[in-house]
């Protein structure tokens, strides 16, 4: 069997199972599995692999095995049912180049339903896009890597090296579901993660810091305003202040190879505000929960530090937190940027897959978000791809995949398995 | 028995009572009485009523029955408990003018409570004064008039004038209680309501509008942070567009006869604020519960619509929320100023009752805080007098009122309630 042949067997297998393929898309996205809540999405995951034939490794995750590792941000809710699904395919003649195939299952809040035009847990198809939250980010990625091993099933070949298919969760707020993998010992000669990145090979990827500013001021009733410090205008200068930081932190990106040419990489988001007891109280206090971003090779410990001084100096310049400081709490990511390099020989091979499927070169992306390939390229030094699907508003309302993009990202996927691990006739 | 004999007899009578008084205080203090949770405190109050022997009419509000009523202001909770309570004496001989004696007994949020020195439903002395959430506002001031009236008793009295003792729930944030006094038909010559004044008479006091600001942004990822629109900083946006009605309010204010002389009586405060789901979304959504003052006189109509004419000019200068037009809600006070008038009379019994128990001559109020006096006095035409103890920080952390001052004020109410409704002996 020729190349050409092999590869029109493999393409025509993911079209013939595409319907099903969307079913499963389907069924998966219509979880909701936010955070702490992903444990029917995981169970769902862990059913498809095991009828499939992988050996399913299922566990729960003890933080304390993952706390000193690099990458690890805080976890501050009740993570007694957090789990990470691993299911394994080991070849019976061992001559290719093993692989990690990752996706993760958990989705951020959908926010005001009345802001989306389908329920956010009712996937649907409209105009050739699928809509529902987490459609995009990621779970039509996870399943089109499912559907990419079946298919060359279908044709009727089988890898000739170990695959570990990974389902975690936390890639949306400290990234620990993909770094319980490393600690458990998972490790491979590539990692491929089908994050939406419209078709392109993401080159490098901003980091993320999550931090909580806490500002507690001294309550009072609102007829001796001028008497209390209202906690939640405080807070606001305070996010103000770090508005500036951000910019210095644009400056810095000018001169990253990458993000010179991305305009404005660096973004400080002000994601959740809660202030205040009561109309009439001069509220007492206010937390904000941001998110900012830093650029490979940046330091989180410099730049946490950086984030302190900021909050601390601007403290002093104002009359009531002077009095009464702030404090920043880290709240979840503290995760570093990464640049993939040294990914020569895979990414030959996503190259030719692309080109076969796309009939185009693959172009390279600068990506403002993070990903979980951070930690398999900086923690194990495994190459990690991010490739796939093309979505829109993500963590937005009316999230959407679109659906033929998904049918070439499967295509893709299921060539670069074939060539980078190797297959042979079943 | 002349005048000075009787009036030693009274206020010995509350000082022979007063530990009695104080234990009394600390009992009611202790219930968390909060919006919604006033149960058990109209509870206490109807048995301190019942053992007294008032006749205790127990209600509940309907709020269909007050809608329509003058200063009004919506209910957004479940309002299937709300109740108002009162005790009513009526004389053997009416030969004198009667007495409405109201306190409410809702209380704000204690806020975060590592900020109190001591428990704020645990009341406690310490140094002269009782700390507790309400010991100020305004228990202790609703439990002095009950006392007051249990001294005349002590004292081998009876008054000659029918007294509805009134105990009430939404002072804090509409007024609905007082409103079901009006609606549900007593009246009286004179309203006297014992909240903390320090010792000085409310000539005039603010009133008070409550309005939510509702911004609805469309949420994206926050990597792509340029295209959504922050809520959370465009809520803040409109405070500031408000900050400047803020200070034209008081402006005008400055032409106030009794509130030009003080400073900054108008006080807007957003005393509330929520928005957002993620940190690393560009949150959707965000509210702020403000609270702005209005002045005796000024029509709460025309003030509603400043107020949302300054958020519309403001919102149609900035990029989103001219496309995304934010809402404003009217979410508790609607209620006008009040200025005390027409009271000679009442007025000269409390100067000459102030003038006996602190040997000083009565100070007057204007006060930028607003009480429920308005009702009596706009709605029924009832003079309404405000009079009462020393406290501190109320609606802030560690609450308190002063005991001596709680003392003097009870001779005070109760030398008023005797030279008002007229007494005999039992």
Not at 7 to 20: K, L, P, S
Not at 322 to 332: D, I, K, R
Not at 378 to 404: D, Q, T, W, Y
Request: a negative charge; one cysteine or more.
């Amino acid at each position: 069997m020729n190349t050409a042949d092999m590869q029109r067997r493999i393409t025509d297998a993911v079209d013939d199972a595409f319907d099903r393929q969307m079913e499963t898309t389907k069924q998966f996205s219509a979880i909701p599995s936010t955070r702490g809540a992903e444990g029917p999405c995981q169970d769902m995951m862990h059913d498809l692999l095991r009828v499939r034939g992988y050996e399913v490794d299922d566990w729960h995750i003890n933080t304390d095995d993952l706390k000193d590792l690099r990458g690890y941000g805080p976890i501050e809710h009740d993570f007694s049912h957090a789990r990470t699904v691993v299911g394994t395919y080991r070849p019976t003649r061992d001559a290719g180049r093993s692989l990690i195939l990752q996706g993760h299952c958990d989705v951020v809040p959908a926010g005001p339903l009345d802001m989306w035009d389908t329920p956010p847990f009712t996937p649907t198809i409209k105009d050739g896009w699928l809509y529902g939250r987490g459609a995009g980010d990621m779970k039509s990625g996870t399943i089109a890597a499912l559907y990419a091993l079946d298919a060359l099933h279908a044709a009727g070949l089988k890898p000739t090296a170990r695959i570990h298919f990974q389902s975690v969760i936390e890639e949306e707020s400290t990234g620990v579901g993909a770094l319980s993998t490393i600690q458990r010992g998972y490790r491979a000669d590539c990692c491929f993660i089908p994050e939406p990145t419209d078709a392109k090979l993401v080159r490098s990827q901003v980091g993320v810091i999550w931090f909580r500013l806490k500002v507690r001021g001294k309550p009072v009733h609102v007829f001796e305003a001028g008497a209390g410090a209202n906690a939640i205008k405080a807070a606001t200068y305070l996010v103000e202040a770090l508005e500036e930081l951000e910019e210095e932190w644009n400056r810095r990106a000018a001169s990253d190879r990458h993000f010179k040419s991305v305009k404005h990489p660096i973004n400080l988001n002000p994601g959740i505000i809660k202030g205040g007891d009561w109309a009439s109280s001069v509220p007492a206090w206010c937390d904000v929960d941001c998110r900012i971003a830093v650029l490979p090779g940046w330091s989180i410990a410099e730049h946490q530090a950086e984030i302190v001084a900021c909050v601390d100096a601007a403290a002093k310049k104002h009359p009531f937190l002077a009095q009464n400081p702030p404090t920043v709490e880290w709240s979840g990511f503290l995760s570093e940027g990464y640049e993939l390099t040294g990914a020569e020989e895979s990414e030959a091979v996503l190259r030719k897959a692309h080109e076969a499927v796309y009939g185009n070169p693959l172009k390279e992306l600068a990506f403002t978000a993070l990903t979980d390939t951070r930690f398999y390229g900086l923690n194990s030094n495994i190459p990690s791809l991010c490739f796939g699907a093309k979505a829109e508003a993500m963590h937005g309302f009316n999230e959407r995949v679109e659906v033929e993009s998904l049918r070439k990202t499967t295509r893709a996927i299921a060539l670069f398995v074939a060539d980078w691990c190797g297959v042979e006739p079943i």
